[in-house]
């Protein structure tokens, strides 16, 4: 059945847009234990800052190298001047400074470069592929293979690298840490300069396909969470498995369930999100945490 | 709670502090609001801040016509005072903004409000303060079909409905046993253009095989893309904002399905048809048939050497030099501008509220220099609809190239009444 | 009594000395002011992170919409209805949210206000879909000697009165150092025999309820309700003016209520063309400088004034930090 086909193959490029920003949203996780409003307008700012380098007159790959530690700087300021002071104080008060940086940011890319849709370049030709008679685009497989790889550097560094575990030990012990001589401060600074990065790669994947515009992200980033949940807040191969997952689900419950149909694909991606967190918190592969009352 | 009378004090103050702060000073009435000899306020409501923000592009290009016809003299002497508030396209804050806009800054007239949702929850408020609620900044055909309850209203842009039985027309005539499948977006807008493609395909409205719809909350189109393809419709009407549109397109494309495509003039500017190819490749909008009405400042090739364009560019320049001046909403604000402009004058030196309106509904602007050649903008007391021409035009290869003649819907949209 | 009493002076005045069009936005004050109390009782003093009660707002507004739409029915009688629809939605969220915490429950709210004008659209039969409802302008009786605007005003006042006054004698006693208790020390007070399960669900559903009533001010003082009305700003707005004003004290709805309604049109005269950047840059500065929001920092000045220590306010419902331990534990 063509549809079929093509509803799983959309699904999966949907999914893999997902997946990428799920990643970013997993890092600051796991490094910090707050889960990051701000990620997805950081993520479509450094593309901006991208886009802007190439109507410079930049050369896309260069520019894309200069977006990324853009990025990392960009990120790992942000957490020494606005997230420390409130990193210790509570839940909320990040919540409210992380939504005080969604607005800002947004507010501010508009401001700069407009509210109009652009067109982001991109480096696979257009020329559409086909599998089993759905059709897709090199840019979608761009999307997961950069994914993936995404991934599996995190996961490198992570388990393999004395930074990465010292990163983990900061955000698990702080105290214990501290005594072992780790810069705690800088090892949380240092996760959100890492999640900006692993934001703006998804930003500069995706523009292609949802193109340019500063409210880009504010869907994507839902769906985003909703993968992220699924796959288990503090797993990365959760975070693309569940984007993966989430896109072709809610592409075959939208076509062919017709109670939630076209108008509650969303709702139907959120009702995920809500009935994960009851049923099973750590998702598809978290670990199961103790819950306090 | 608070224990101590000097807290609740000083909270109080705080709050009544707050609440000044937000005043601002009062200005004076006069005998006819917001006309003084040597100034006209008008008021805007527009959205600067959330989902909608990139129309907040048309208050800005109304702003430089309005400096334009400042610095040449005005309006009988007097100058145009122009203030645009951010409505968030939120229905209560439009409505505190339009409040502020005749209570405190005493406009003559709101101009260009937009969206109908905002504008919906402004009618009332106006309509019953007898204040002009000029050339709403929406194509539902509502704003011209309500005018016996709420006659200080009144529109501006071809309704919606009036585009899609041209499309439908053009169907009828040019692909007669068409099988059609729709995008549209799920709201207001895009069920006006369904509405209008049934009834202009009158008795064949089965020829309608499949409607998908999206909500601007889809992170993409191509299942619903993928859907309308396998229903195994060769005609494929897009109704969507750009975004979606272009994401449409590209889906087509990329499933490798070429139907005759349609699509609203909404989202037909150049920059977003480039994009659709940049991303699809050319096979993505090759032959898409769309309507005009005004002129796209980003046709760079067609428009050339014509003086109106010229002056376009040049008061952008002057007035607004950080703008991107191929954007269509500056554009749509300018030519928007000139008709109240033009409205203006129409109703005298001798200024009211009534005079206005009546100006308005006896439209007769035979050379707006945005609008497409040859449209006329027109209304009378009976009819609301001021601009009912459209050309239809299809891409190719690099712009739009018109198809057949400037086209009057009048006669449709005067049916439906 | 004083300071309350203070208050009601201020608020009967205020509008017969400022312009009519702010009296207009006071009436949202009022509205807010109810919301936003609503959240002080459930985030500040019971610790649950809530980003989706824009969604109750929607239901109380829909509800006195379409009961006078459709049915007819007068507004004084639609709003306790409202407020009862909104409650028993808030016993459901409420008893959902028992299973998440901090960060997860600030999640899934926010989940619920992003899908809230989708489902209002969706039921498009009963809502009247994106168009939305139009209703009548509440007029005043022709027995009471004031305009309509004033009277729409005096009546959301009242209305915040009885809600303010109402909430107080909720969370009085027992039931309000429950919800303190089950904040600060989870443990400890289930081992005192207070039921978590009970007095959170309640703590929901009463926030649900105030922002139900909130919702049906918004329907009556618009004359309108559509799905743009209540959408995912809305339920931040709610929080950042309970953050703002003071997430643990009474008065710091009121004073959240008048930041969210004023601040961006005052950001509006600093930059029109980008309204949103002062705003967000407004709500970190807030939050980095006085974490308390505002009554709570003013609280700390008053109490300074009067060369008072602040007492570590326990009784006056706890810092921001205190929220923190709500947390699942990442084992």
Redesign the interface.
Known sequence: M??LA??IV??L??GS??ASLALALVLIYRSM???N?AQGEMAMFTTYVAWQLVQIGMPMWAAFLLTVIVAFVGGVALERI?IR??ER?????V???T??????????A??IW??????FP?PFP???L?IGG????A?DVGVIVVSLATLALMSLFFQKTKLGLAMRAAA?YPEQSRVLGIRVGWMLALGWGLAAVVGAISGIMIA????L???MM???I??A??AA?LGGI?SPVGAVVGGLILGVA??LL??YVEAI???????AA?AI??LV??VR?AGLFG?V????? | MIRSVSTAAVVSAAFALTVTAGTLTTGRAADVPGVTPTEIVLGGDHPF?G?A??Y??IGKGIGVYFDYVNDHGGVYGRKIKWIDLDDGYNPPQAVQVVHQLVEQDHVFAIFDSLGTEVNTAIRPYLNQNKIPQLFVATGASKWGNDYKQYPWTIGWQPDYQAEAILYAQDILKNHPHAKIGVLYQ?DDYGQDYITGLKRGLGKHADMIVKM?????????V???V??L??SGADTYMIFAT??FA??GMV?A?????HPTTYLNNVSNAI??M??AA????PSAVNGIITTIYLKDPANHARYAGDPAMKQYREMMTKYLPS??QD?G?YLYGVAIAYTMVDVLKKAGKDLTREKVIDAATHLNEPNNPWAYPGVVIRTSPGFRFPITQMITAKWLASDWSPTGILVDTRSMTEAEK | MLGPAFAVAVIAVLPWVVPSFIVFDLIYVAAYAIGILGLVIL?GMNGQ?S?GHGAFMALGGYTVAILAHAMGWPYWAGVPLAALASGLLGVVVGL?AL??????L???T???A??TP??L??YKSITGGFGGISLDQLTPPAWIPLGPQHFVYYVAWAIAGIAFLASAFVVRGRFGRALRA?RDQ??A??SFGIN?YVYKTLAFAWSAVLAGVAGALFAVATAYVSPDTFSLALS?TL??GA?LGG?ATFWGALVGAAIVEFLPLVAQQINN????????????VV??FV?DGIAGGLHRIAARARRRTPEIALESGGP?????V??????
């Open positions: 063509h549809d093509q509803q959309s699904g490029a949907t847009i997902f234990g707050v889960i409003f606005v002071p409130v104080a509570s839940a909320l008060s919540v409210i400074v939504l005080g940086l969604f607005i800002a940011l947004n507010g501010l508009g401001w407009g509210f109009v849709v652009k067109p991109t257009t020329t559409p086909q759905a059709g897709f685009s840019q698990l292609p396909v949802v193109l515009d500063p409210n504010q869907t994507e839902v769906y969470f909703a949940v503090e809610i592409n939208g076509t149909g076209n108008e509650l694909r969303l709702a959120l999100i809500v967190l009851i918190p670990r945490a103790v819950q306090r009352v | 801040s989902p923000s990139a907040g592009a799920n998908a719809s999206y909500e601007t909350t889809d992170p993409n191509s299942s619903q993928a859907t393809k396998a750009p975004k272009i994401q889906a494309a990329q499933q490798s399905w920059p977003y480039k994009a940049k991303v699809g490749g703008a991107d954007d909403n | 985030t992170i980003l959902v299973r998440l915490a901090g960060i997860y600030a999640l899934a926010y989940s619920l992003i899908a989708s489902f659209k969706h089950l989870p443990i007070a289930v978590p931040i929080l950042v953050v997430i063309g980008a309204p949103g950047v002062v705003y967000g840059v407004a709500l970190i939050m980095l974490p921001v930090s205190a929220v923190a709500n947390q699942p534990t990442r084992e």
